[in-house]
């Protein structure tokens, strides 16, 4: 399987260290510009590896060709100059033992390091239906699909009436919309607890034991109720899903019943005025609107992540991961480039050698959130401050960071791009190629139960474009794309 988003192909040195080389994926579709894996712009770590930095049958092929003799580690001029060489040299190997050459395998969009992902085709003549369904399994089945649309979006399968009357149909695919756009509306999809709703869960990361708020747990520090909402918002009556990350408003949820399904409202309140309005330990927002950022400015994601860290490096790493879907920790999204960063003002040590490759991108990526207070009491004197943005907050470090605290920038940087503050991150990331393709990914993961594989990158790449052009940001439109893809359509 392959998912094309921005991630880096790995070089492991003699000594077996393994470094980031950011042109890998790049060079590697530059090579290969018609490779179906290439669809999306650039391959990704799986192509040679299995979890960095260990290679896989395929990237073992490529290791012995590349720059044989040259001294370890690879410049990433160096590495970049190689690796075409690298690739040719290896194309007539077949390094996963199928019969089939790794060319072939990177032509046909299959996996070069797994034997079970051959360029083989089922021959459909007599095999165009599976046994007992009549469904073609060569194409795109409407009768399959709508069965799909009704347990994906609808939580059940179609009556017996529903399933006669789609067959006699002689306008399947408009019937199909029509059933995706009825379920669109349920409380299975939509509602409190429903599909969308528990989406956000990776990224929100829910904790009882510290929500405040109803049904608080025994230290109520915030109310996750909020996140589930605005998420949930942003994913509906397609709504513009950049607010995920550019919302200057909040979103209450009703508690659903027997007679009412959920239904959402955005209000806007300033801190104190939402003080006033929620009163209570946790119970509400104190960001006021110009430092809002959607999701990642919310009360329950600085609790969670944030706490009492004065650079909140695990928090723009969860943004990163959550909503860009790069994960640092795998090396991806690490940005080409030299700069003095990192600059190790909190004394962490992270101009070390196994650690400078990870924190050159990191720590400017953190520097915006770092003026966002979580908790708010000084564990040392007890002092309390207001949860919200505060231009001194690093002043409050000093005693238990040294006064090289006070030197953390506000401003950072997120793909390259200098940002001022927070905001301008997230706008940044709003209309990056990775922010849509995250949010593609992650309903066809829901949907679909897996990654795009190979064969897949050319879908999966109009999906993600199309909802940054035409479908303007509208969840619900991109949908209706992706239950139109043979990846869902095809038995």
């Known amino acids: 399987m392959s998912r094309p988003l921005r991630v880096f192909v790995l070089v492991l040195t003699a000594s077996g260290l393994a470094q980031a080389k950011p042109p890998g994926p790049k060079v590697f579709c530059e090579t290969y510009p018609d490779a179906p894996a290439c669809a999306g712009g650039e391959v990704a770590c799986t192509t040679c590896h299995t979890a960095p930095p260990a290679r896989n049958a395929y990237g073992t092929a490529i290791e012995k060709n590349l720059a044989p003799g040259k001294s370890r580690p690879l410049s990433d001029a160096d590495y970049a100059a190689a690796l075409p060489a690298a690739l040719r040299a290896a194309e007539a190997l077949d390094a996963d033992g199928d019969g089939f050459g790794n060319l072939d395998e990177i032509r046909a969009g299959t996996d070069p390091a797994s034997a079970q992902s051959t360029p083989k085709q089922k021959e459909c003549g007599d095999l165009g239906s599976a046994p007992g369904h009549s469904w073609n399994v060569c194409g795109y089945d409407e009768r399959y699909a709508y069965r799909k649309v009704m347990l994906d979006f609808c939580g059940r399968s179609p009556s017996v009436d529903e399933e006669a009357t789609f067959q006699k149909s002689s306008a399947r695919r408009t019937d199909l919309h029509a059933a995706l756009a009825a379920c669109l509306k349920t409380e299975h999809w939509r ?18 034991s510290i929500k405040a708020g109803a049904d608080a747990g025994p230290v109520p520090l915030a109310d996750y109720e909020d996140d589930f909402a605005l998420f949930t918002w942003t994913q509906i009556d397609n709504h513009d899903a950049r607010d995920l990350l550019q919302a200057k408003y909040f979103v209450s949820a009703t508690v659903p019943t027997a007679t009412a399904p959920t239904s959402y409202a955005t209000f806007d309140r300033s801190a104190v005025e939402d003080a006033q309005a929620r009163p209570g330990r946790g119970t509400f927002q104190t960001i006021d609107a110009d430092q809002r950022a959607g999701m990642i400015t919310l009360r329950w994601f600085r609790v969670v992540n944030t706490m ?27 940005q080409e480039g030299t700069t003095n960063e990192p600059i190790d003002y909190d004394a962490k040590g992270v101009r070390a050698a196994g650690c400078i490759g990870c924190h050159k991108t990191l720590d400017p990526l953190a520097y915006p959130f770092s003026r966002y207070e979580a908790l708010d009491r000084d564990a040392k004197t007890g002092t309390v401050y207001r949860s919200q943005y505060r231009p001194d907050r690093m002043d409050r470090f000093v005693d238990t960071d040294g006064p090289r605290i006070t030197q953390v920038p506000e401003q950072g940087s997120i793909f390259g791009k200098p940002v001022q503050n927070l905001v301008e991150w997230a706008k940044v990331a709003a209309e990056s190629d990775a922010f849509a393709q995250k949010l593609v990914l992650d309903y066809w993961r829901l949907l679909l139960g897996e990654d795009p594989r190979p064969s897949d990158a050319a879908e999966y790449a109009k999906l993600w474009t199309r909802l940054k052009t035409d479908n303007a940001y509208g969840i619900e439109k991109m949908l209706h794309d992706l239950v139109d893809t043979e990846a869902y359509g095809v038995p």
């Open 191 to 208: 509602g409190k607890g429903g599909a969308v709703w528990n989406l956000a869960a990776p990224k929100i990361k829910p904790l009882q």
């Open 308 to 334: 009492f860290t004065p650079v909140p490096r695990t928090t723009a790493a969860q943004a990163y991961r959550a909503y860009l879907g790069l994960d640092i920790a795998l090396l991806q999204g690490l």
